[in-house]
Nanobody, 120 residues
């Protein structure tokens, strides 16, 4: 089995920073891509940023220049450094991992989510 676990959310003031982490573990052969999504109350889940196994990144327009996604392939872990946070960034942040298990089965898994609240 493969698990995806996020950490690092919390309460921060506008203009502040947070760093989220997401680790995939278990019977993993390869991970093609991992990404961060968020869902605010009353809104649909949206892509924040993702990164492929060769380091190619993609960002939502609303976070470009403020958020940075990075990856440690050896640890099957990604990070999201969030700077200059705004109240509209408040949401539950979810991690997604897309890859191949040791039994050659494809997986596309979500973590449990971590709350990020930006408020004074």
């Amino acid at each position: 089995q493969v698990q995806v676990v996020e950490s690092g959310g919390g309460l921060v003031q506008p203009g502040g920073s947070l760093r989220l982490s997401c680790a995939a573990s278990g019977r993993i052969f390869s991970i093609y891509a991992m990404g961060w999504y968020r869902q605010a109350p009353g809104k649909q889940r949206e892509l924040v940023a993702d990164i492929t196994n060769n380091g190619r990144t993609n960002y939502a327009d609303s976070v470009k220049g403020r958020f940075t996604i990075s990856r440690d392939n050896a640890k099957n872990t990604i990070y999201l450094q969030m700077n200059n946070l705004k109240p509209e960034d408040t949401a539950v942040f979810y991690c997604n991992a897309d890859g191949l298990g040791l039994g050659a089965e494809r997986f596309d898994l979500w973590g449990q989510g971590t709350q990020v609240t930006v408020s004074s």
